[in-house]
């Protein structure tokens, strides 16, 4: 019995050392048909009957011309015998035992042997050919051909995929890119971080009000007072950090290896923690957090102990540049007019939400834009590498949803409590549940398609930095339904928060809170 075996390949080493191989192997069944295409094709329709009709078709045709590359693409589809695809469309085209992902079926052995046989080829010294069709020979077809050891070049982290020619530099590259990216969104994170914390501590200032008039005017100075809330603060900013250090930094830990071993055999995670890297991270947000307890404290603390044993009067309304455009305010029904007075009314709130959710609209818009030159390079260039990045833009874009949320429900959560007793006096007036809800939900909508609007220009110019740092990508690469899904994602997460927080407003006591003096 006869064996044919066809070879395509742009590799003239590997080309060479097979023909010695076939030399050496003559009267051993073995029929070799040998095509070297680095120079050009000149009779495609030889090389498409001898790789649709062998027993073994390995094929190489990295920078073959797309003409070329698509007849023996579809050559090698209708090839019976094992499939050997090195290059290009490896893990669709490849064929080897159990291995055939056409078929879902993925022996992970066989997986191992096609990417040893990838390595092997590429390295192209006579012990590696000998390695390849003794393995396919012996292992895959049964024939008495004696099959060298594998030889490892290296050690640890190597690619997985055999579609790429790509060397160990690749994992290295893409590394160092994930490296940069981290680096550019911890310091957006920790600024819209910052903006909650400021929320959220001064919230927590003005609830505590008349308690810290009470301790003035019982002698206690300043510096105590500040303790108290800085120490506060600085226990919670720690149990949070190290939650976030010990828990949720393992699991995107987990998650990142995991995207790059989609590209690269990863070794076994550690269980080490760098304790360098975890500290400084603790301190940078330990300092964030005191700055701001700092500042929003003190100016309490400024205050004389009777103005802060008085409840803080609101604000009074001012008369806004909408209401001198007559002929647009007078159509305006009340809803509408309250709803706009009330943006302006609060301007803190104002500037803080629209802030905030300007900054995680960019976040996301960024992580898009990382997933789609993800996608773009991964079509254009057929590495399997660039997958890896895919999956993290992936995380990045959930971490920045999860963050988006969790700032508007805090800003609107600290609106509603500040509001208490107006949303009680709505209800005694007989608003109904709905229009009560709508009273509020109505000014978030408003300041979330304002911040959604600044937020898209400001993540364009975020992703051209991105990808200018960290060299990989293109804005050019992003899809028009990535520039409309930032947009959406953005007002969805407004509505899930609108959806969270809606029972808080139905639920208000109207007795406790109309009892607060003014």
Known sequence: MVLKISVVSVSMPAVTETIRYAEGHLDQGLEFRIHYVGDGTDDISDIMEDVSSADVALTDLMGVDSSAFSSIVSALKRCKGQRLAIGGMAPQLSRLGGYDAERFRMNEDDEENLHRISESWKRAEPRDIEFVFGLVLSRYLGADIPCPEYSEIREGVFLKDPLTLVEYDSYEEYAQKVYNISIIFSVFFVGVSVLVISTTMTRLAEEERSAIGCYKTLGYDDGKIMFKYLFFSMFSCIIGSLCGFLGITNLLVYLICKAFSFAFRMPPLT??????FGGISVFCMLAAVLLVTWRVVSSMTNEKPAALLRPKSPKPGKKILLERIGFIWKRMSFKYKSTYRNLFRYARNFILTVVSIAGSTALVFAGLGLYDSSIALEKTEGAGSTSSMTSISAVLIVCA??????????????????????????????????????????????????????????????????????????????????????????????????????????KTDMNASLKTVD
């Open 401 to 506: 949803a999860l963050l988006s949320i969790l700032v508007i429900y805090n800003l609107t959560n600290i609106n509603i409590e500040e509001r208490k007793r107006e949303i009680a006096t709505l209800k005694v007036l007989g608003y109904k549940s709905g229009e009560v809800c709508g009273y509020i939900f109505r000014e978030i909508t408003v300041l979330s398609v304002i911040g959604t609007a600044l937020g898209i220009p400001l993540g364009y110019g975020f992703s051209v930095f991105v990808f200018n740092y960290v060299d990989f990508g293109s804005i050019a690469d992003m899809h028009w339904y990535s520039w409309l899904g930032t947009a959406v994602l953005s007002l969805l997460f407004s509505v899930v928060v609108m959806a969270l927080l809606c029972r808080k407003i139905i």
């Open 271 to 276: 269980n080490e923690i760098s304790w360098v």
